[in-house]
């Protein structure tokens, strides 16, 4: 139990930091569902290969019989499915935000090889899409209520590994992007089907409880009011 | 010329005063505030500061300044002298939005000099934008625009900033020609809010717009679809079916749309209804379309939930809608010309081409057939209009169809006469006159006229009859008259009507119609009535029909006779309502309140109940005298299932003891203590009592049921003041004992019989039972208590002491009303108890009897 707390604690407070690092700005969109309806569309066109794994393959010659075989995701870089779908919400929205800025780390890598004015702007595109997405998150883990759902310890997965180490050479460097990015988007897809369960089991409890949303008392109430700026305070309670 | 001079002088003076170009330049001195911006309207005040080295060259002070505003010397009364060196001046409601203010000296009491100008702009603050509005054009960057408000005459720079609740965009800078508008130099990142305004800002202020938060998902105009493309259907001639390519922001948002059409040869646009085209989709099947007809067609679209902007129109696209079987016969005549055969005649037959929209497609070609009289059909194929045969001279009917890729028209039917026909007139005879124009390319619209040779009178008058018949009118019908008995053109009818006694009243009526109505009649009164139609030459009169007019018109006897029912329905409602409310004052005045024997109880007490001496306060209401005697007499039946012959004798001797009581204090329990025969009982007040029932037969009843639905086990013997008639049952008390018998049988309880009496109850309620009386008893006086005491202990006399202190308890618990529903406790009765009864005929008392022992009286 002690450990337990600890551990909540310690969540908390990186989530917190990570969060305080973020400029107070624009308010966040106040209704769960919106902004659960928003994550699930994010992830769904997110997940699609054309947003940046088709230009990347077209882009590096990859396109090519016998190669594509080659690209495919290499295990332990972005978490499963399976992993996503026993954690606790922040904790999910946590590791998600985690992936997704190593994403955009490794994007920045991969964009040293692209010379094209046309497939960088693809590229900057994806970027800002991902920091869209990480804006979401950051205003659902706001309406989050403070408890944890699942008590029993999770292994919250590697997360997208950090670049790794620099390869010499160009071609394999080229294929671990493509693997890279074909993770990335079978990540984005799994990530879609556990914001779907989510919108299920709220209306499942829906239907249980008459209950509005997953707001529980805590300070974010009406969120819409422009001067509701990102207080830093922790970010999961408890 | 002197003036000039003197200019010229002074000119030279101030150069050559001057030291060098640097100390020529140099200001005497300067005005704060250097270049100010001034609101309109408000007040500005300058200040102008001499230098002291000029002032002392000049030998000028503040006093010497005077202002100029665009050359023109300003009152002195706007000037403020501050101090040696400075003097203001100060402009009120500031107007122009440019002014060159300059200060100036005037030295050697001549010569004005210029010390320093200043430039003051005018102008106002930016007002904040309004209708800050944000489009996303898809493949484009966001684009908002907004309304800057009143023009400032500044420059004001409208700054566009936008950001998420994670991340700040850089700001929109406007370009100077389009301050209204800036386009963002990011991509629209679908499904995140973003928070957008603008700052407007000049040199009088900053002011920023209400901020507006939205996804920019919901202000999209998508690129409008494209490939759009038409197809028809063999199977449906008017059905066009479109289909196109959604523009990529479809892999976003689903999407709604426009469907337009028109023919390629009009201008307006029909659209499809909305709800038919909301959602998304590629492809929309335009129905109830002309066949063989060009269509042209435009789409647009727009997200599904209406929230964005319509896309622009797709290309226009058109499509034919396919054939369809000729909707109308073509139109055709003949000519019939001498042919040089004898016997034979050159008939040509010309028609015209169908029109489009009749044609239903391309006509292929036309049948024409020929019909002779009583001969076989003959058919031809044409592909001209027109069509030339020999035909000999007799009367033909020739049909002609078009005929197209579907099928064929409906056939047009001319008949073509006979060589030699030639028509005999009649008189007074209707003919049909058709004209049919022919022209080079075929016959016109035929125009027909009826025409008579010479017109006669009908030959029948019209039978008229009624419609409608009122109390004051009536509606009067006929039918046309036939053709055949016009004999010309029917001008006008003229009705007759008269009753039996009165003048006939004529009334013309024209002779389009065929109903008229009769106005301002009679009443309950018959009329006869005749119709005369008349032609140019004359009329002629129908039958006479008769009809008598109502007494009452339509509802008039209902208007009377409903609210008539209504009222005395109501009456009998309120009578009914007002004796419901009175209902006991009527049953006390007509019907008083006859008690039914068969509802009456007696209550049960124990002996073994201890007397309880409750004299509560609540017993207290009942007044002294009103309880006086009680004796209460039970008789134990033997459990086994067949009466005892005593029990029935002594239920004999309470008949008898009734009849031989009756007037003076009738009924079995009764009679327990108001009879002189039953000393053992009597009471004191046995005679008022007496008076006081002297006016009512009372007798007792055999209760044989259970309090509240209990199993009864005693059979409970209670008076009442009833006048009423006793019930067999009661009259029998054979019957009584066998349903006794029947209880005892089912029950197994040990069966006891009480026989209570309440002797010298003044208020009496004959069929309340004893135990509900003794329980409204609640307060005897010491009185009472001290005779119902003397009495048991007569009783006790003939008793066992034992039996005699267990009598007493249930005596005296009765008699202050100490029974109640829990309290009841049963006495066993005994085998000896028959023997004891015997003893007893005399005062027909049964006798109380406790477990193990029987007391007789």
């Not at chain 1, 594509?68 to 972005?78: A, D, I, L, T």
């Not at chain 2, 250097?34 to 007040?43: A, T």
């Not at chain 2, 679908?190 to 002011?207: C, M, P, Q």
């Not at chain 2, 006794?740 to 006891?752: E, H, I, K």
């Amino acid at each position: 139990m002690r450990a337990q707390l600890m551990r909540r604690t310690l969540l908390s407070l990186v989530l917190g930091l990570l969060f305080l690092s973020t400029p107070a700005m624009g308010s966040c969109l106040d209704n769960y569902q919106e902004l659960l309806g928003q994550l699930q569309k994010q992830a769904d066109f997110m997940q699609h290969t054309s947003m940046l794994l088709d230009p990347y393959i077209s882009i590096q010659g990859l396109d090519k019989d016998g190669l594509k075989e080659h690209c495919q995701e290499r295990p332990g870089v972005f978490p499963s499915k399976d992993v996503l779908q026993r954690l606790s919400r922040q904790e999910f929205l946590q590791i998600l935000n985690t992936t997704l800025g190593h994403v955009l780390h490794r994007l920045r890598t991969l964009q040293k090889d692209i010379l094209k004015a046309q497939d960088l702007e693809k590229l900057n595109i994806a970027k800002l899409n991902i920091r869209g997405f990480k804006n979401n998150i950051h205003c659902m883990a706001q309406l989050l209520p403070g408890s944890l759902e699942k008590t029993e310890p999770t292994p919250t997965g590697p997360g997208a590994s950090p670049s790794p180490t620099p390869i010499s050479d160009a071609f394999q460097r080229r294929l671990e992007g493509c693997r890279f990015l074909h993770g990335y988007h079978r990540f984005m897809h799994s990530v879609g089907q556990v914001f779907r369960e989510w919108g299920q089991s709220l209306s499942r409890s829906r239907r249980h409880s008459p209950r509005r949303g997953l707001r529980k008392g805590k300070h974010r109430t009406h969120l819409s009011s422009r001067n509701k700026r990102l207080m830093p305070r922790g970010w999961l309670p408890r | 010329m002197l003036t000039l001079k003197t200019w010229i002088v002074q000119a030279l003076f101030i150069f050559f005063t001057t030291e060098s170009v640097g100390e020529l330049l140099e200001p005497c001195g300067h005005i704060k505030p250097e270049s100010p911006v001034v609101q309109l309207g408000s007040n500005f005040t300058a200040v102008c500061v001499l230098k002291e080295k000029c002032m002392d060259y000049f030998h000028v002070n503040a006093n010497y300044i005077f202002w100029k505003t665009n050359h023109v010397t300003v009152p002195k009364e706007q000037y403020t002298v501050i101090n040696r060196t400075a003097s203001s001046v100060t402009f009120t409601d500031i107007s122009l939005l440019n002014i060159q203010l300059t200060c100036n000296i005037r030295t050697f009491g001549q010569i004005d000099q210029n010390v320093y100008g200043i430039r003051i702009i005018s102008g106002l603050p930016p007002e904040k934008p309004k209708n800050l509005s944000c489009i996303v054009n898809e493949g484009k960057k966001m684009m908002c625009q907004w309304d800057p408000g009143r023009e400032t005459y500044l420059e004001t720079n409208f700054t566009l900033k936008s950001e998420w609740a994670t991340e700040k965009f850089a700001d929109c800078k406007t370009k100077r020609d389009i301050p209204t508008s800036c386009t963002v130099d990011y991509s629209p990142v679908y499904f995140v809010n973003i928070e957008v305004w603008v700052e407007a800002e000049n040199a009088l202020g900053k002011v920023t717009s209400d901020h507006i938060n939205f996804d920019p998902v919901d202000k999209v105009k998508p690129n409008p679809p494209h490939n759009l493309s038409v197809s028809n259907s063999e199977e449906l001639s008017s059905i066009l079916k479109l289909t196109w390519i959604n523009s990529s922001i479809q892999s976003f948002i689903r999407l709604k749309y426009n469907i337009q059409y028109r023919t390629r040869d009009a201008s307006i646009w029909s659209q499809i209804p909305p709800e038919d085209t909301a959602s998304s989709r590629t492809s929309f099947t335009v129905q109830d379309l002309k066949p063989f007809t060009e269509y042209v067609f435009r789409v647009r679209c727009m997200k599904e939930d209406g929230k964005g902007f319509w896309s622009d129109w797709s290309e226009e696209a058109s499509g034919i809608t396919y054939e369809d079987r000729p909707s109308k016969a073509p139109s055709f005549w003949y000519k019939i010309e001498p042919s040089h055969t004898h016997g034979y005649r050159s008939v040509q037959l010309i028609w015209k081409t169908l029109p489009p929209f009749e044609a239903n497609g391309k006509i292929l070609d036309y049948e024409v057939t020929l019909i002779r009289w009583k001969s076989r059909l003959q058919n031809y194929t044409v592909n001209d209009t027109k069509w030339t045969v020999n035909l000999t001279n007799d009367r033909y009917i020739a049909t002609l169809t078009a005929r197209n890729l579907v099928g064929k028209s409906d056939a047009a039917v001319l008949t073509i006469p006979a060589y030699n026909f030639q028509g005999n007139l009649a008189e007074s005879k209707c003919y049909l006159i058709t004209v049919t124009p022919v022209y080079t390319d075929g016959p016109g619209s035929p125009e027909s006229i009826k025409a008579y040779l010479k017109q006669a009178p009908p030959s029948k008058g019209p039978t008229v009859r009624t419609k409608k018949v009122g109390k004051n009118e009536a509606v009067l019908e006929w039918d046309q008259l036939p053709v055949d008995v016009q004999n010309g053109f029917i001008r006008n009818y003229t009705i007759f009507y008269r009753t039996i006694i009165g003048n006939e009243t004529a009334v013309n009526v024209d002779s389009s119609h065929t109903e008229y109505t009769l106005s301002s009649l009679t009443s309950d009164t018959l009329y006869m009535v005749r119709m005369a139609a008349y032609t140019d030459e004359g009329g002629k009169d129908g039958p006479e029909f008769t009809f008598t007019t109502p007494k009452f018109a339509q509802g008039e006897i209902e208007a009377i006779v409903v609210p008539v029912c209504l009222a005395f329905l109501l009456t009998t409602l309120l009578g009914v309502l007002f004796c419901f409310n009175k209902r006991d004052l009527i049953k006390k005045h007509i019907w008083p309140n006859v008690p039914d024997p068969s509802k009456s109880h007696i209550a049960q007490w124990s002996p073994h109940t201890p007397p309880r001496h409750n004299f509560n306060s609540k017993d207290q209401i009942y007044s002294d005298g009103n309880f006086t005697d009680v004796s209460v007499v039970e008789i134990e039946a033997a459990n086994d299932k067949k009466p005892f012959p005593e029990d029935l004798k002594s239920l004999d001797l309470f008949k008898k003891e009734k009849i031989s009581t009756e007037g003076h204090s009738s009924g079995i329990g009764g009679s327990s203590c108001m009879s002189s025969s039953r000393p053992s009982i009597s009471s004191s007040d046995e005679n008022e009592s007496a008076q006081n029932t002297s006016g009512t037969v009372q007798y007792s009843t055999v209760v044989h049921s259970g309090y509240r639905h209990q199993v009864p086990s005693v059979q409970v013997f209670s008076r009442s003041e009833s006048t009423q008639p006793l019930l067999d049952s009661e009259e029998r008390p054979e019957d009584l004992q066998l349903v006794d018998n029947t209880d005892s049988s089912v029950g197994n309880l040990p069966r006891q019989q009480y026989f209570k009496q309440n002797c010298s109850q003044r208020e009496t309620s004959p069929d309340i039972s004893h135990f509900e009386r003794s329980k409204q008893v609640s307060s005897v006086n010491e009185e009472d208590f001290v005779r119902l005491k003397q009495q048991i202990s007569d009783i006790s006399q003939s008793c066992g002491s034992g039996q005699m202190k267990m009598f007493q308890e249930i005596s005296v618990a009765d008699a202050f009303g100490l029974h109640t529903e829990g309290q009841v406790e049963r006495f066993e009765t005994v085998g000896t108890e028959a023997a004891v009864d015997e003893g007893m005929s005399k005062s027909y008392l049964p006798q109380t009897v406790r477990r193990g022992g029987y007391m007789p009286q």
